[in-house]
């Protein structure tokens, strides 16, 4: 295929809708290794006992939904990217739960009162340890599964750039926790992989996620990059996670 074509075609990728948090349209096409922990079952056995939730950066609320046969009355949601807000509000509040916006960027403190929750969950979101702390009700329980930041700089290199999140780590965020109040269950860290069947499919995901790009990313401007991509055939890239589980001491 002339690059012109296939420059074409990733054009066509940038501008396929993305919305709330779902990545269907790269099924077959995007792979990450698997962890080993599960992030669902560990929410589950949590779920059972809590009478009050809170998830922390709901994205479109897909995940949270795959636990709603556990959900109690009181559970909340919030989001701080506002094209998610709509999406999340759609899916969620047809199940009776709100979705509180709320980006740490912008505001550290959280808009809910001390000792709301018997448990708040958080995938891949920014968070202050402090603001969990408080919010947790004595006895309350804390999970979060986040992105290593400096395992994304495989990713980040092929722009020339540093990672954008660096302090992210198992390390610093069981520090944060713990200074917070909070006492660990457990904390795991897994490095992984993820894998693209084409550039096509490696462009859909940066758009989707455009904070780990340039801000001026496009196919056009950063054909050569995708170029070399597609040559070299470089479709995988360092992944790492973190899981951390932890409670408010009685």
């Keep these: 295929m002339q690059e012109q074509d296939l420059i074409e075609r990733w054009k066509r990728e940038e501008q396929q809708p993305f919305s709330g948090w779902d990545f269907s349209h790269l099924k077959g096409r995007y792979f ?6 599960s992030y669902e079952e560990n929410a589950r056995v949590l779920l059972v006992h809590a009478d009050s939730v809170l998830d922390v950066g709901t994205g479109g609320g897909e995940k949270l939904l795959e636990f709603n046969d556990l ?12 094209p998610n807000l709509p999406v999340a509000r759609k899916n969620l509040e047809a ?5 509180v916006p709320y980006d740490m960027e912008k505001e550290a403190r959280m808009p809910f009162r001390d000792h709301s929750f018997s448990l708040v969950i958080d995938r891949h979101e920014a968070y202050a340890a402090s ?4 919010i947790l009700k004595p006895g309350g329980s804390f999970l979060t599964q986040q992105v290593d930041g400096p395992g994304m700089a495989d990713l980040s290199s092929v722009f020339g750039r540093e990672p954008t999140s660096p302090q992210v780590t198992l390390a610093m965020c069981v520090k944060e926790v713990e200074q ?3 006492e660990i269950d457990f904390a795991q860290e897994s490095m992984g992989k993820m894998r693209f069947t084409d550039v096509g499919a490696f462009v859909y995901y940066v758009h989707a996620v455009p904070w780990e790009v340039p801000e001026d990313f496009c196919v056009e401007r950063y054909a050569p990059v995708l170029l070399d991509l597609h040559k070299n055939r ?6 790492g996670h973190f899981i951390i589980q932890a409670h408010k001491p009685i």
């Design 32 to 37: 990450e290794s698997a962890l080993p922990w």
């Design 71 to 82: 959900l109690p009355t009181n559970t909340l949601a919030t989001e701080g990217w506002a």
């Design 95 to 99: 199940h009776g739960i709100q979705v």
């Design 131 to 134: 603001e969990i702390a408080r």
């Design 180 to 182: 917070a109040g909070l």
């Design 234 to 239: 470089r479709l995988s890239f360092n992944l």
